[in-house]
């Protein structure tokens, strides 16, 4: 996909996702690793007001060369783009549910569906609060991510990557619902997925 294609895409999901309420204000960013750097959602932006021409550039080394400035949290990005070089993109949201479910101390999201086991994976690592946009928080995050897809910010949000910024975006939809469900079911006893069949599903779709 050409540079242009891709800004066209980031443009059309970050739009998707504000309307559906998955991010609202100025709140969450989104990253794509391109062959010769990255571009991220510029700070202050709304994810439902983009600009193609206005996304921020970074060379492979992080440095801003073209667009507006980049998000403050480039920093989450840069932890899970490092720690995963299969990843492509990176999804960052204050998405209601993820984000309650980020305010327990006991922050899980139990294998309650095939789906959120295929897309996010066996675990979601809580990563402890840190006022945003501190870049103390980058090594917590870039250990977490070399063993797992997705993280819990505390009382924060989610950051999940993707293959491509479809699977990123599909990945935080499937992460929002799982934590939809994880908080209808709380206190009851649902039957989870066993340890068999999350294995079973990650032999075969991982
Ligand atoms: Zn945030």
């Not at 999804?91 to 309650?100: D, E, F, G, M, P």
């Not at 870049?135 to 924060?156: C, F, Q, S, Y």
Request: hydrophobic share 40%; net charge negative.
């Amino acid at each position: 996909m050409t540079e242009e294609a891709q800004r066209r895409l980031l443009v059309e999901l970050g739009a998707s996702l504000f309307q559906r309420g998955y991010s609202v204000g100025s709140a969450g960013n989104i990253s794509i690793r391109l062959e010769d750097g990255y571009l991220m959602t510029p700070t202050n932006s709304s994810l439902g007001r983009l600009e193609a021409a206005r996304i921020s550039k970074l060379d492979r080394d992080w440095n801003h060369v073209d667009g507006d400035k980049p998000t403050k949290e480039v920093f989450l990005h840069r932890a899970f783009l490092d720690a995963r070089p299969e990843a492509g993109a990176v999804v960052h949201l204050h998405s209601t549910y993820a984000t309650a479910i980020s305010c327990f101390e006991e922050a899980v999201i139990p294998p309650l569906t095939p789906y959120f086991v295929m897309r996010v994976g066996r675990t979601l690592p809580l990563i402890p609060y840190y006022r945003p946009g501190n870049p103390e928080m980058e090594p917590a995050v870039h250990a977490a991510a070399k063993g797992a897809k997705a993280v819990l910010l505390a009382n924060h949000g989610p950051v999940i990557c993707g293959a491509t910024l479809i699977d990123a975006v599909n990945a935080a939809e499937e992460l929002e619902e799982a934590a939809k469900l994880a908080l209808l079911l709380r206190g009851m006893s649902p039957r989870l997925l066993t340890p068999p069949q999350v294995d079973d599903l990650l032999t075969t779709f991982g």
